[in-house]
């Protein structure tokens, strides 16, 4: 394994990391826009924002680690990717910015009608956010994006059959994903209403990335040829480890272990990932640019790989901390949606005092 | 099919609109920690309950000031890649390191933001101030980093060009720590990001004193952000010195541009204000030889002028010149300001209690922001026509796309939109009610008004 293929593996640790990580928390945005009502929606929303809120910077981060080894490592990778998919890559930041924004607003705004508004916002932006990245991923792997400066189609390098299906799957997954995790969360908070609720949610939307990811493999065939014929392959292991953790996670769920479940999910994200990777090896940019052709000075490398390994120092236990706390409920910080969730509850219990009273 | 790429105005634009409206954020997120430490502090130190009610409700704001600045700090470097592909393909693997260090310094902010800001009431008070200190320093160490990059644009390191104008024999870490112009940078922007942080909290308060809210709390908080403000600003006039010595040796058009000198001369003189039109410089107020004194130390010294660059390699002069006073003069305004303070607190142990003072005081927010964004166009505009100085003009760094002004539009409707949320909502945060036992009016060290609009300066009355 040379240098690059090193950095390589850094990279899609990254892109791993944010696609369990910060997908789950696109998927929560997105049972978020679907909960219902401000009303009704109520518990669930209250249960995502806890879920996601100490955490969701930390995992957005990833996406910014992944940007900058990229470029730093890689940088005509970078900036032929950037340049020619300017167009879902612009929709991604400004979703980034309405959903960071709209979730982080939602907390401090006490009015019901703002609450919702920036609530939409926050929860509409994580289902197109997601879409966009996708396609991104899937305009690479069909080898539509050529190395140079704004070189490929802007338009037709990502609205296609596997920009399409990217944007679908990543949906579709970050959705599973997020309903496995807030399964497990209602559970572990002996909320059991919200529990069995998301667990009808993450079986049904489970099955539907089986029917995608299922569908995608024609796609794949007929608009990715060099990818699927790697997939078919080399990746092969990968893919059906892949299908085996879903279906895996699944299982998990119906005999109600949510927390295997979550890993199982995990898991199945993990392999999807790492067999794209294997099928585009040893290309970076699908068919036209390898590891070796983008690869910065061996220098540069060493000295990305230094410094992370330093950092990783600092990081990891960074990490293990801010997820042992959250996990263990450590985390939590009154917030408006609570405070008017609060409010109705007191409101029904006095509600229900002066009933049986009368 | 032939399209032309999209104007290169629409580029910088869409770059100055994101960069101006990130670095506002950045400050915040690289002070506000600072004054999170000193509020806790206090409050575990006295026990006074006014400090924590002031650490929990900044502790709110970081929340979503934070969230704003890493979203909208994403989208610069989706900028980088989708406004100027040539100079990162070309250049990333030199001075990417540096942001890799900075996404480790950030990601430890990250983490202990969300645990500072959701562990309040989990953990004792000694316990939960500890986590602000990774928060503090890693701001401090992100900020770093990023200014490394800035200031390898103004004097590249870290490589030398082969034949073809490409960079070889790279060495990413001469780039990060042997450049120059980063001590400089750095220290003049972490003090801007402290002195900004300082004045925009101090003008809530200000504000708050002005309608006549006279409450201990207000007073105290105006205290503690209006003095963090302070303080660093004299050493701010120090360190701009240092900068402009610095830049008159490495980046001459810059230096040339930002005094408006339009002919290489000994004795030159300091201009203040005043137009370049046709190369002569109109309408300005001229100290002589003062150019010369402080850009040398010596008013014999011969100052290059603009004389000497060739006209494609001059920055716009009249906006960097005009930037500059205009940073130079609000700086100078903060610096009496904080004469004043410190002269009615060493005098008479208190804080002035005319309007005009907190008039100024809630001007100086603003003051504040409105100098860091000339000095960053005074940084930017006076590199030009560069990107990478005297190496890479911005031109060739540019995407070939067409259609990139729509980035801009876009840019400008959500920024828009987001900076109209977000005053409203920390309107409502700052206009939150108090407990009851702070909001007693306090006359013993004074304030402004009394509730009453035209209360005349209570300072001779109280004499």
Redesign the interface.
């Known amino acids: 394994m040379t240098l690059a293929d090193t950095v390589v593996v850094v990279l899609f640790v990254g892109i791993t990391a944010y696609a369990v990580l910060g997908g789950a928390d696109f998927g929560a945005g997105f049972w978020d826009l679907f909960a219902g009502d401000a009303e009704r929606g109520r518990p669930q929303r209250v249960l995502i924002e806890q879920a996601i809120g100490p955490v969701w910077e930390t995992n957005h981060v990833w996406l910014i680690f992944v940007l900058v080894v990229l470029w730093t490592c890689f940088p005509p990778a970078f900036a032929s990717i950037m340049s020619t998919l300017f167009i879902p890559l612009t929709l991604v930041a400004v979703g980034i910015i309405l959903r960071g924004s709209g979730f982080a607003l939602r907390k401090l705004v006490e009015p019901v009608r703002l609450q919702r508004f920036y609530g939409g916002s926050f929860a509409l932006s994580s289902v197109v956010t997601p879409f966009f990245l996708g396609a991104v991923a899937g305009a690479i792997a069909s080898g539509r994006v050529p190395v140079g400066n704004a070189a490929g189609n802007p338009i037709t390098s990502w609205l296609n059959p596997m920009g399409v299906l990217g944007g679908t799957l990543a949906v579709v997954t970050c959705a599973y994903l997020a309903a496995v995790f807030l399964t497990a969360d209602a559970d572990r908070r002996g909320r059991d209403d919200l529990c069995g609720a998301f667990r009808s949610r993450a079986l049904i939307m489970g099955a539907v990335t089986g029917v995608v990811a299922l569908g995608g493999i024609g796609v794949v065939r007929n608009d990715a040829p060099a990818l699927a014929e790697q997939l078919t392959h080399r990746g092969l292991p990968l893919v059906i480890l892949s299908a085996l953790a879903g279906v895996g996670s699944m299982i998990l769920l119906w005999t109600g272990y949510y927390a295997w479940a979550r890993v199982s999910g995990a898991l199945a994200v993990t392999a999807v990932i790492w067999g794209w990777g294997v099928g585009q090896y040893p290309y970076l940019l699908m068919g036209t640019l390898t590891i070796e052709q983008a690869a910065a000075p061996d220098a540069t490398l060493t000295a990305v790989l230094v410094s992370l390994g330093i950092g990783a120092l600092v990081l990891v236990p960074s990490f293990i901390l801010l997820y042992t706390l959250n996990l263990r409920d450590d985390l939590g910080e009154a917030s408006a949606l609570e405070d008017s969730a609060e409010s109705a509850e007191s409101a029904e219990s006095a509600e229900s005092m002066t009933g049986t009273q009368r | 099919m032939v399209l032309a ?1 999209t104007d290169l105005f629409f580029l910088r634009e869409q770059m100055a609109v994101s960069l101006g409206f990130h670095i506002v954020f950045s400050c915040l997120g690289i002070g506000l920690p600072m004054l999170l430490l000193i509020a806790e502090w206090r409050f575990i130190r006295t026990g006074d309950r006014v400090y924590e009610v002031m650490a929990r409700r900044w502790s ?1 704001a970081v ?2 000031l ?3 600045g ?6 610069l ?6 406004l100027w ?2 100079w ?7 001075f ?2 540096a ?6 310094g ?3 902010e ?6 500072y ?6 953990f004792p008070s000694w316990t939960h101030i500890w986590f602000a200190v ?1 928060i503090a320093i890693s701001g401090v160490i992100a900020a770093l980093f990023v200014m490394t990059v800035n200031a390898w644009m103004n004097e590249p390191t870290g490589f030398t060009l082969d034949a073809n104008g490409n960079p070889t024999n ?4 001469k780039a990060i720590f042997g450049n120059g112009t980063t001590r400089y940078e750095f220290v003049h922007m972490l003090l801007a990001a402290f002195i900004v942080t300082g004045f925009l909290m101090a003008m809530v308060y200000a504000f708050k004193m002005l309608k006549g809210e006279r409450h201990r709390y207000h007073r105290l908080a105006f205290l503690v952000s209006f003095t963090f403000g302070c303080v660093f600003v004299p050493v701010q006039l120090i360190t701009g010195d240092a900068i402009a010595r610095h830049v008159v040796t490495t980046q001459p058009s810059k230096f040339a541009a930002l005094e408006a000198d339009t002919t290489t001369e000994a004795n030159a003189p300091e201009n203040i204000g005043g137009i370049v039109v046709d190369g002569q410089l109109k309408w300005a107020i001229q100290i002589p030889s003062l150019g010369s004194f402080l850009a040398y130390r010596d008013t014999n010294a011969v100052v290059t002028g603009l004389d000497q660059i060739p006209a494609d390699e001059q920055p716009p002069v009249n906006v960097v010149h005009l930037s500059f006073d205009a940073m130079v003069g609000i700086g100078t305004a903060l610096a009496g300001l904080a004469a004043w303070f410190a002269w009615v607190w060493w005098r008479r142990g208190r804080l002035p209690r005319t309007r005009w003072f907190y008039r100024a005081a809630v001007a100086a927010g603003p003051g504040a922001v409105l100098a860091l964004w000339f000095g960053w166009i005074v940084t930017e505009v006076g590199r030009q026509p560069w990107m990478v100085y005297g190496i890479m003009r911005t031109k060739d760094a540019a ?3 067409n ?2 002004e ?2 801009l539009y ?1 840019v400008i409707v ?1 920024y828009t939109g ?1 900076v109209v ?2 005053i ?2 920390l309107r ?2 700052a206009s939150a009610e108090l407990p009851p036992e702070m909001t007693e009016v306090d006359d013993e060290l004074g304030g402004p008004g009394r509730g009453d609009t035209h209360a005349a300066p209570v300072d001779e009355v109280h004499a």
Do not use: H, N
């Not at chain 2, 890493?70 to 989208?75: L, N, R, W």
């Not at chain 2, 800001?117 to 989990?122: G, V």
């Open positions: 790429a709110k929340g979503v934070f969230a704003v890493a979203v909208s700090g994403t989208i470097s989706f900028e980088f890649g989708i592909p040539a990162m393909s070309q250049w990333g693997a030199v990417g390191v942001f890799a260090i900075e996404g480790i950030f990601f430890t990250a983490v202990f933001i969300a645990i800001l959701y562990s309040w009431d989990r990774p790279v060495d990413p870490w995407s070939t796309a259609g990139l729509w980035g876009l959500v987001l949320a977000l409203a909502a409502g945060l």
